[in-house]
């Protein structure tokens, strides 16, 4: 990212190197519960119940799908 103020700590967001460890069942499940695989429950700023289409659709590319 660029811009902002020099020093300034940027916007927190989700560590996707550790979604990236996940297998397509564990990301189905954490985006249907909010709960990850380690049992850490996600934010509740966001919506869990998905589809499975949209899950198939928008899962991360390292799942292979």
Avoid at 15 to 31: G, P
Avoid at 34 to 60: A, F, H, T, Y
């Amino acid at each position: 990212m660029t811009g902002g103020v020099p020093g300034q700590i940027g916007p927190l967001g989700p560590d996707l190197n550790l979604v990236k460890q996940w297998n397509l069942a564990e990301f189905i499940a954490t985006m249907r519960t909010g709960i990850d695989p380690n049992g850490q429950e996600l934010s509740k700023q966001m919506p869990w119940v998905r589809s499975d289409e949209w899950m198939m659709r928008n899962s991360p590319p390292s799942m292979n799908i």
